[in-house]
T-cell receptor, first 111, second 113 residues
């Protein structure tokens, strides 16, 4: 089992460009999450999903959109990237009310 | 609003020393989790503490949940270079049918020979 995988590992964008981060899990987990990690701030929840076709806002959702068209995939989109979105992005998945398993992260730089 | 503060932010010690990391919250959580994160990887769960006053041991690591379930501590005995990493506490709460983790600010530990 690969667990939780994220694509790409690194990306550099110019302000205003768009991109999509892909998260995939092979553990048949119902729940999936997107976090961002910034120095001195821990991880903050962006959006999450409790099942295929459902998404909800987390703590810092502005500037991001998500989609969960398949149970195993959770996509995070940036429509118009800003320097404030420079961060490391982590995806996680879990069974309901259980331990979250994290992917290796995507390091995004917006110039 | 940051609900979980960890101290210290940075800790550099020599192999064999003991250390304690603190996690303080302004809110009560149903349980509290501790994670370790190594460079280039995601956080990995170490332990979950649920009951106020609970103490859990994981080899040389001792975790304690405060009586009021608002704070926690992680004590490492005889630290080793393999303990180096970022330690994160996270408050767990259920929101409807979903679970929500609120992460602390993190403590970066470096253990040298």
């Amino acid at each position: 089992n690969a667990g939780v995988t994220q694509t790409p590992k690194f990306r550099v964008l110019k302000t205003g460009q768009s991109m999509t981060l892909l998260c995939a899990q092979d553990m048949n987990h119902e729940y999936m999450y997107w976090y961002r990690q910034d120095p001195g701030m821990g991880l903050r929840l962006i959006h999450y999903s409790v099942g295929e076709g459902t998404t909800a806002k987390g703590e810092v959702p502005d500037g991001y959109n998500v989609s969960r068209l398949k149970k195993q995939n959770f996509l995070l989109g940036l429509e118009s990237a800003a320097p404030s979105q420079t961060s490391v992005y982590f995806c996680a998945s879990s069974y309901p009310l259980s331990e979250q398993f994290f992917g290796p992260g995507t390091r995004l730089t917006v110039l | 609003t940051q609900l979980l503060e960890q101290s210290p932010q940075f800790l550099s010690i020599q192999e064999g020393e003991n250390l304690t990391v603190y996690c303080n919250s302004s809110s009560v959580f149903s349980s509290l989790q501790w994670y370790r994160q190594e460079p280039g990887e995601g956080p990995v769960l170490l332990v979950t503490v649920v009951t106020g006053g609970e103490v859990k041991k994981l080899k040389r690591l001792t975790f304690q949940f405060g009586d009021a379930r608002k704070d926690s501590s992680l004590h490492i005995t005889a630290a080793q270079p393999g303990d180096t990493g970022l330690y994160l506490c996270a408050g767990f709460e259920s929101v409807g049918t979903a679970s929500k983790l609120t992460f602390g600010t993190g403590t970066r530990l470096q253990v040298t020979l």
